[in-house]
């Protein structure tokens, strides 16, 4: 599995993807999400120095194997957490406090993209997209498409893009308020 680094915001903390678990462990190891049955099957592995404190070992499920499916490594608008995705699961963890983690609900998330000019991180779902800024979730836009969504641009504060409509069988446009997800 190919996982690529998108560091475009400021952070605090070093990763190393690892081809598989290491032989020796260290210390801490945090398991997202925890109930996954096998999760070592096809999971990202990550080896976090976070700013302060014991680097750790974070192994994220694999969410689908489909290769389109985002795999890799974002830095966030806040710089003590970092996002990875395995397959489409995406996964938010606090590197100072590995122990405090968020998940992003769309299962999968076909799409991320850093907006570092507006302090965002965006995940592209199926029918809408969720917004995540310093703070935490920012805003999430109300459905967009049936099944699919392309960002076409990002001019200022409007992202514009193209969803699919049921009824006409098309890409219909629109336009969202980066700020509050709004549609406009």
């Known amino acids: 599995m190919s996982a690529a680094q998108h560091l475009l915001f400021p952070h605090s903390w070093s990763v190393r993807v690892l081809e598989r678990r290491p032989l020796i462990a260290p210390r801490r190891q945090f398991v997202y999400p925890q109930q996954a049955e096998e999760v070592e099957r096809g999971a990202l592995e990550l080896l976090i120095q976070p700013s302060a404190g014991e680097k750790f070992l974070a192994t994220c499920a694999l969410g689908f194997g489909d290769p389109s499916a ?13 996002c ?6 995406v ?12 998940m ?4 999968p998330v076909l799409g991320i993209r850093a907006v570092p000019e507006q302090h965002l991180l965006l995940f592209l779902g199926h029918q809408a997209i ?6 935490g979730q920012a805003w999430e836009s109300e459905r967009l498409s049936w099944e699919g969504i392309e960002i076409t641009s ?3 504060n409007i992202l514009h ?3 699919w409509d049921l009824m006409t069988d098309k ?9 509050t997800g709004i549609r406009i």
Request: aromatic share 14%; proline share 11%.
């Open 154 to 156: 990002i001019s200022g």
């Open 84 to 89: 990875a995705a395995s397959g489409g699961y």
């Open 130 to 135: 969720c917004a995540w800024g310093g703070e």
């Open 171 to 179: 890409d219909v446009p629109f336009a969202l308020d980066l700020q």
């Open 70 to 82: 985002p795999t890799g490594v974002w830095s966030c608008p806040h710089p003590d957490w970092l």
């Open 161 to 163: 893009g193209l969803g």
């Open 91 to 102: 996964y938010l963890v606090h590197t100072l406090r590995p122990e405090e983690w968020q």
């Open 104 to 107: 992003v609900p769309y299962r």
